[in-house]
């Protein structure tokens, strides 16, 4: 197992609330659904590589991250960048080991990917996963720099850009890896299963399939 650590940001899976993107070729229900099976796929996978590894839960009395298997600490108040900033301090505050934060937006994401970006870290202050539309699908540091995280328009695709941006005027190193995708609309469904992806459904609370 990788010595890093890993924190999976995710949100409870509530139909209307996780997903929306997917809708209407997908129903409420059947997105969130997905959401959930995402977010079991990629807390399985971190279990698996890391010997710490957490879920970063926006409700963590909500029972569907106790069946995640993993320990649960909450995001907090705040937007994006304030909570992964607050999840960064905390963290490096236990530990001086790398940290990896990640969402569930990439569960076709190979181990391999994982693996590389803790491995950088020991090159590299900032490692990170750049995806298609502007944003990233996990970001690594060797350090906490909370700096890191402010300034970012958070939910366009310039999350890439203007983090970047912050690197640079920081001074730090980095790292990017290759460009790879999130699941966002119907079709990135179907290019998560193309591949390698199998959701698991089976807890979830509709079909998932795609709605006629």
């Given at each position: 197992?990788?010595?890093?650590?890993?924190?999976?940001?995710?949100?409870?899976?509530?139909?209307?609330?996780?997903?929306?993107?997917?809708?209407?070729?997908?129903?409420?229900?059947?997105?969130?659904?997905?959401?959930?099976?995402?977010?079991?796929?990629?807390?399985?996978?971190?279990?698996?590589?890391?010997?710490?590894?957490?879920?970063?839960?926006?409700?963590?009395?909500?029972?569907?991250?106790?069946?995640?298997?993993?320990?649960?600490?909450?995001?907090?108040?705040?937007?994006?960048?304030?909570?992964?900033?607050?999840?960064?301090?905390?963290?490096?505050?236990?530990?001086?080991?790398?940290?990896?934060?990640?969402?569930?937006?990439?569960?076709?994401?190979?181990?391999?990917?994982?693996?590389?970006?803790?491995?950088?870290?020991?090159?590299?202050?900032?490692?990170?996963?750049?995806?298609?539309?502007?944003?990233?699908?996990?970001?690594?540091?060797?350090?906490?720099?909370?700096?890191?995280?402010?300034?970012?328009?958070?939910?366009?695709?310039?999350?890439?850009?203007?983090?970047?941006?912050?690197?640079?005027?920081?001074?730090?190193?980095?790292?990017?890896?290759?460009?790879?995708?999130?699941?966002?609309?119907?079709?990135?469904?179907?290019?998560?299963?193309?591949?390698?992806?199998?959701?698991?459904?089976?807890?979830?609370?509709?079909?998932?399939?795609a709605a006629s």
């Amino acid at each position: 197992m990788s010595d890093a650590r890993v924190i999976i940001l995710c949100k409870a899976p509530i139909p209307g609330m996780v997903k929306t993107r997917l809708m209407p070729a997908y129903a409420a229900v059947q997105a969130a659904d997905l959401h959930a099976a995402m977010a079991r796929t990629v807390a399985g996978r971190a279990r698996t590589l890391f010997a710490d590894a957490r879920v970063a839960a926006d409700d963590a009395a909500h029972p569907f991250f106790a069946s995640l298997g993993l320990p649960i600490v909450a995001q907090g108040e705040g937007d994006l960048g304030q909570r992964m900033a607050r999840l960064s301090r905390a963290a490096f505050a236990e530990s001086d080991a790398p940290l990896l934060l990640i969402g569930t937006d990439a569960p076709h994401m190979p181990s391999s990917r994982l693996l590389a970006a803790a491995g950088l870290t020991t090159q590299y202050e900032v490692v990170i996963g750049p995806v298609e539309d502007g944003g990233y699908d996990l970001i690594a540091c060797s350090s906490h720099h909370p700096e890191l995280f402010a300034g970012v328009h958070w939910g366009s695709g310039r999350v890439l850009a203007d983090t970047l941006a912050r690197i640079d005027g920081l001074g730090l190193s980095h790292a990017l890896l290759d460009v790879s995708f999130d699941i966002d609309r119907p079709e990135d469904v179907d290019r998560a299963m193309a591949a390698g992806w199998r959701p698991n459904l089976e807890t979830g609370r509709g079909t998932a399939a795609a709605a006629s």
